[in-house]
């Protein structure tokens, strides 16, 4: 059975961080692209990072270039994404998807199969 569990969200103070995690199971994990996604109360969902299958081409949206990090651990079936420098704007939950191919796209369209979610709040 195809499974997407987040991990790792919770509550942080204006400036601190957090490492989300994205553990797989039910697919072969090496073959597909893997994005975050994050969704605010009252807000659409918008795509935040993604891996390329061969964990060699990263995209990030341009509000949290140069404070997130995406990476993946094929061997654990895992992706991470350390988010550093968290402000208030990026309370939200945060989702993690699987794409149907093994490029990435920030864009929801393509990802087939997702997680439950998970909630940061940047709060102090």
């Known amino acids: 059975q195809l499974q997407l569990v987040e991990s790792g969200g919770g509550l942080v103070q204006p400036g601190g961080s957090l490492r989300l995690s994205c553990a797989a199971s039910?697919?072969?994990?090496?073959?597909?692209?893997i994005g975050w996604f994050r969704q605010a109360p009252g807000k659409e969902r918008e795509g935040v990072s993604c891996?390329?299958?061969?964990?060699?081409?990263?995209y990030y949206a341009d509000s949290v270039k140069g404070r997130f990090t995406i990476s993946r651990d094929n061997a654990k079936n895992t992706v991470y994404l350390q988010m550093n420098s968290l402000n208030p704007v990026d309370t939200a939950i945060y989702y993690c998807?699987?794409?149907?191919?093994?490029?990435?796209?920030?864009?929801?369209?393509?990802?087939?199969?997702w997680g439950q979610g998970t909630q940061v709040t940047v709060s102090s």
């Open positions: 891996i390329s299958a061969s964990g060699e081409t990263t």
């Open positions: 998807a699987r794409r149907a191919y093994g490029t990435c796209s920030l864009g929801a369209i393509g990802y087939t199969a």
């Open positions: 039910g697919f072969t994990w090496r073959y597909f692209a």
